[in-house]
């Protein structure tokens, strides 16, 4: 997956989307603001471009392939330098679509209708923010991935400058903000407890085998796929929260200070 095509595709629909923001008063489950969604898609765009400016698109030199030393990666994630298969990579990047299509399944539900808008918009900036930050810590901290301490891969593919955008893992983070977006908005319009488990299962088993074939493929350690994750679940459920109509959290502007603060109020 290009992530650079990626990136500007979704720069072009947060752009479009701003354009088309109109806030719907009706009764639903989600309600949009016009500062509320200023301020997220902000977020997006501004991570993102951020990201851009500061990628540092230069081959890795063969003297820092040849300095790798596997024992200054510590216990928990040297193992991932033992594996190596771009066709695990391709299934999944397969998987990963996949994941990102679950709420494409909202068109077909009577309660999430009324929301189909709302909903649109919190993905949207659901995976922006989500790219955005992914794409920016990858930028700042150049970590080298697990394949470029093994071996057995070719040496071109060690010297590509892909090579040190390990952490984090930005298939993990955008699969695990779909799969926990999904389930945190089919909970909130479903009311059928057995039903939002099994959804809750089996959108985070799919995200979960998106990290597991990262690992596997040599694209990532552990600890990049555990980062991912958490950074994703946490953008993915907080989005449907801050938008719910009776929420506890609050996401606002401060005039005096320049400010974005976010709240959680106990009830």
Known sequence: M????????????????????????????????????LITLSLGGISTITSLLI???????LNEINSLDKNSINKIDRSAINYYSP??????????????S???????????????????????ETIAI???????TKNLTQRFRP??????VPMDKKLDSDTKKSFFSGHTSIAFASAVFFST??????????????????????????GL?????????????????????????????IHKESSNFALTTNNNQNLISFRYYLK
């Not at 066709?87 to 990102?100: I, R």
């Not at 394949?147 to 057995?152: G, L």
């Open 147 to 152: 394949y470029a301490y093994n071996s057995s």
């Open 185 to 210: 908005v089919f909970s909130e319009s479903k009311s059928n407890e057995k039903l939002n488990n099994y959804v809750w299962i089996g959108s985070l088993s799919l995200a979960g085998s998106v």
């Open 130 to 136: 989500t790219n955005g930050l992914t794409n920016l």
């Open 213 to 241: 074939l990262r690992y596997f493929s040599g694209k990532h350690f552990p600890s990049d796929i555990i980062a991912g994750a958490l950074v994703g679940s946490l953008i993915g459920y907080a989005i449907p929260k």
């Open 87 to 100: 066709d695990l990579s391709l299934v999944s990047d397969v998987l990963l679509v996949s994941t990102l």
């Open 55 to 61: 990628n540092k698109n230069y081959n890795v030199s």
């Open 2 to 37: 290009k992530k650079n095509n990626l990136t500007k595709h979704i720069i072009s629909v947060i752009f479009l989307s701003s354009i088309l923001i109109n806030p719907v008063y009706t009764q639903s489950k989600f309600k949009l603001s016009t500062e509320k969604e």
């Open 102 to 124: 679950l709420p494409l399944t909202f068109l077909f539900f009577d309660e999430t209708q009324t929301d189909l808008k709302t909903i649109g918009i919190m993905y949207l």
